[in-house]
């Protein structure tokens, strides 16, 4: 894999003198780089990340290395990556205005994005840790999952153009192939990067010697490789969004690719049930019910929003070639069945997705703090326990789930679950 002559990865010394000609930056932070503090803040598993202050403002700087950074440089990564999460900040900034981080400066060269400081906002995962609600996430999030799957189909775009991006993003091949192993591979056989929770054993054996599950997990992943649906995020868990107490915004897009409309928000679900399980560990028993209650309301505000959204743009924004009012509403024939039918299957595979994320980020490479901050360790394993069988529940038999009182009584029933 060839890392381009030019690139230079920048550390806190380089990076004034590196960026100092730019005039987006100098527009936002001041033309003096002997006037910046300079930090590099990147805690997740791939990027350099500076914050960047200066007289005038605040900037993020986002780098992308030429390999893993949680593993280092015997996995080598492309760094074209960070064209492909430029394309899709664009993409949704134009789908969802406001939703995501405004891009100032992109340079190819370099595989950096100069981008929006969102202050005081933090990682959602943190906040969920450490029991802060968020005013209107559900609402937010279900919202900026329908406009970005609707407004990314051909129920809404030309053929040509939605054809054209489908090309474009297949150059991106390196970082399905991430999802396609890490997600949907691995957790279901002894693969080398694997870990677990001492004393899950047995219950990992279970999953791994169900052919019935794994066959279900591989025709999700059949779908997730194949099925061009619509530009999905591709990795919208909760440190992908960052939030205030009452705003929050979608960052860090560099797994999208074209995908099935229902990956995101399972994906997303699985996030919020993986934070409603670990809550013993993380409240005291007098706010712990209710925390985890309003977890669970976060993710039926999601699925209603994205509902209402999706069938709002459904009704006045649906342009593409698919479910053409020339087949219906011009002969006087009301479209309401085709959407709901649409929104149901939607629903049917988000619960598979979700399922498996559940799995990965227990038994694959890349856990999740939710529960990797628990110290005691038979309580970790007892919650895990929990994550993991409600995830093969939702797997198996998504359909049934397909509803919210169906998928809220369930985690309910395993949050309840003794485990010994
Ligand atoms: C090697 S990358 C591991 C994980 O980090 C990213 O955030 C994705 O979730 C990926 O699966
Ligand atoms: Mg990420």
Known sequence: MDTPDLYRPLTPETLGERLSGISAVADRIGADPSDWTVREVGDGNLNLVFIVEGPKGTIIVKQALPYVRLVGDSWPLPLYRALYENHALVRQAARDPGAVPEVYHFDEDQALIVMEFLSPHKILRRKLID???VAGLGTFLGTFCARTAFRGSELSMKSADKKADVSLFAGNVEIPAITEALVFTDPYYAAEMNR???????????LRTNAELKAKVQRFLMKFASNTET???GDLHSGSIMSTDSDSRVIDPEFVQYGPLGFDIGMLTANFLMAYFSQ????????LDDFQEWVLSVIAETFSSFEAEFTRLWNTERTGMLYPASLFEDQGQASDFACAGLLQEIRNEAMGYCGIEMHRRTLSLAHNADFEEIEDKQLKRRLETRNLLMGADLILSPESYGSTDALVKLARQFNKKDIP
């Open 196 to 206: 677990h929770t001492e004393g899950l054993d047995p219950v990992v054996a279970d």
């Open 231 to 233: 530009m999905v995020h």
């Open 131 to 133: 029991g802060e609600k």
């Open 280 to 287: 013993p560990a993380h409240r005291s028993a007098e706010t």
